[in-house]
């Protein structure tokens, strides 16, 4: 339980709802500031503007997703209130105060730094990128059958990279029938793509491979889909480019060249925000058990 934690979850979507609800169900102590025009009123949990917060008494931060954009602003789907997290809000916090984030920034790096709080990136965890990975590939599945005029099944699918994303892209288009290739640098995800019964690559030989696919999906965050790779693909085929902004495809060269190319960011939040939610709200909240026990906190 975390009876007498005191959690302020400033900002955030639908997702953080379900983060909000698993903290009242472990009985923390729950300040919100930027939902005061959210219908949902939770009992257990008290509405403040950000000046009205006890952060002397707070032991851990909750942010939205992106944490804040560079000039320190939290998203706040829920209100119109301008919240702008500062290192001087940070300082009033309790010295162990964890600042919790989906990703961080330059800002947000800088700020709890000089404050001396602990930053948690929840995304770079492999736990909650493994889980992520389920309703982005069911939001890569949806974009494909709406822009597409042919079956996954029995069409022609390179997926580059074999990362946490691109093992459940090539997982799941596979079952659904596709012909699934991978493109991977290293030699051991070769040999994995091989172990699952699909056909790999190496990214060295991408031109050449790029000729005969209906879909492409990338997941690295790194240039690899450029116009000389684009320049050999059919030209009714697919590009979804799942890798963080800006992706990894030239995306001017694909418009030039007719191809359809989709940058695609935040599909869980997009597709299933409850789901992407609990993801969060399950780790989040064994994370603030765990650290509640090192301080000898309540904890049953
Ligand atoms: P990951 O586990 O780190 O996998 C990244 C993959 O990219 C690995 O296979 C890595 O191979 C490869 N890679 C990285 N840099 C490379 C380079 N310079 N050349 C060749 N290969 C390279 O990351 P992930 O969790 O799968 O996430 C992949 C991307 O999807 C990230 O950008 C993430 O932010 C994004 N994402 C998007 C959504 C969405 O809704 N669109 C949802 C979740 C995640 P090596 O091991 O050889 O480096």
């Given at each position: 339980m975390l009876t007498d934690v005191h959690v302020a979850v400033i900002g955030g979507d639908a997702r953080q709802l379900e983060v909000i609800r698993k903290l009242i169900e472990f009985d923390a102590k729950v300040s919100l500031v930027g939902f005061d025009q959210l219908d949902h009123g939770f009992t257990g949990a008290t509405k403040y503007q950000l000046?009205?917060?006890?952060?002397?008494?707070?032991d851990a931060i909750v942010l939205p997703v992106p944490g804040t954009n560079l000039e320190g602003q939290v998203e706040t789907i829920f209100s119109n209130e301008k919240v702008i997290l500062t290192e001087d809000i940070l300082k009033?916090?309790?010295?162990?105060c964890k600042i919790y984030s989906g990703i961080s920034n330059d800002y947000l790096n800088a700020i709890t730094k000089s404050a001396g709080r602990e930053l948690v990136?929840?995304?770079?965890?492999d736990d909650i990128a493994i889980y992520n990975s389920i309703p982005t590939v069911e939001g890569a599945i949806m974009l494909v059958i709406q822009h597409?005029?042919?079956?996954?099944?029995n069409s022609n699918v390179a997926v580059l990279g074999l990362g946490r994303v691109g093992m459940s892209v090539a997982r799941s288009f596979g079952v659904l029938g596709a012909k699934v290739k991978v493109g991977a640098r290293r030699s051991e995800h070769l040999a994995r793509v091989s172990e699952m019964g699909l056909t790999p690559f190496h990214l060295s030989n991408l031109e050449t491979e790029m000729s005969n696919v209906d879909i492409c999906i990338n997941t690295i965050p790194y240039p690899v889909l450029t116009a000389g790779a684009i320049s050999k693909m059919p030209s009714h085929s697919l590009i979804i480019d799942l890798a963080s902004?800006?992706?990894?495809?030239?995306f001017r060269y694909a418009e030039k060249r007719g191809i359809k190319a989709m940058l695609t960011p935040g599909l869980p939040g997009i597709v299933a925000p409850k789901t992407a939610g609990k993801i969060v709200a399950n780790v989040l909240s064994q994370l603030l058990m765990e650290d509640a026990q090192k301080r000898g906190e309540s904890t049953s």
């Open positions: 000046h009205e917060v006890a952060f002397e008494d707070v009033e916090t309790k010295e162990h990136q929840l995304f770079e965890r597409t005029d042919f079956t996954i099944h902004k800006p992706g990894g495809t030239d």
